[in-house]
């Protein structure tokens, strides 16, 4: 029999993915999640907006219940303000995971906006599983723009900063 929090926690995974229904069946328990999709939002890409999940248990006694949670913001990537401008770089996610500015909660982000980096600079951290992630600059140059907020979830090759590149 599956446990409170981990039926939360498969919501999480599940609200994290991309996958729209998930069936999982052991034991006389069955467990559905299925996404509604409501007006997708439209940017280069065509993007879905996720409603809250809904997931239904039934149990062996075929009582069912209802599991609603709530549902983070979209990691919709923010608009560049800075366009058009020459040698611009995007340092893009090598990964799906939590965009974080700085190693901790009360330390200083490794980057601002103006930041001198070289190649090999740490500029944020992806996390993934529970596994930080360093990710470097991969190019000199000045932070020209932030394009994700601290805490946002970021996609595969979401682009996270742009750099001018020297």
């Not at 069936?23 to 996720?50: F, H, R, S, T, W």
């Not at 549902?71 to 560049?80: F, H, K, N, S």
């Not at 906006?113 to 000199?140: R, Y």
Request: negative net charge; glycine residues 4%; charged residues 25%.
């Amino acid at each position: 029999m599956l446990k409170v929090q981990e039926i939360r926690e498969l919501i999480r995974l599940v609200d994290q993915s991309s996958i729209n229904e998930f069936d999982y069946e052991y034991d006389g328990l069955k467990l559905v999640m299925k996404k509604a999709v409501k007006n997708p939002i439209v940017n280069e890409v065509q993007q879905v907006v996720p409603q809250e999940p809904i997931v239904t248990v039934a149990q062996p006694n075929n009582v069912q219940q209802e599991v609603k949670q709530q549902v983070a913001e979209p990691a919709v990537p923010l608009e560049p303000t800075v366009k058009n401008e020459e040698n611009l770089h995007p340092i893009t996610s090598p990964m799906v995971g939590t965009f974080y500015q700085a190693p901790s909660p009360d330390a200083n982000p490794y980057v601002t906006v103006g930041a001198k980096v070289a190649k090999d600079t740490i500029v944020c951290i992806v996390e993934a599983m529970k596994l930080f992630n360093e990710i470097e600059a991969d190019v000199n140059g000045e932070i020209v723009e932030i394009l994700v907020k601290d805490g946002q979830l970021v996609e595969y090759g979401q682009p996270l900063f742009l750099v001018k590149a020297e």
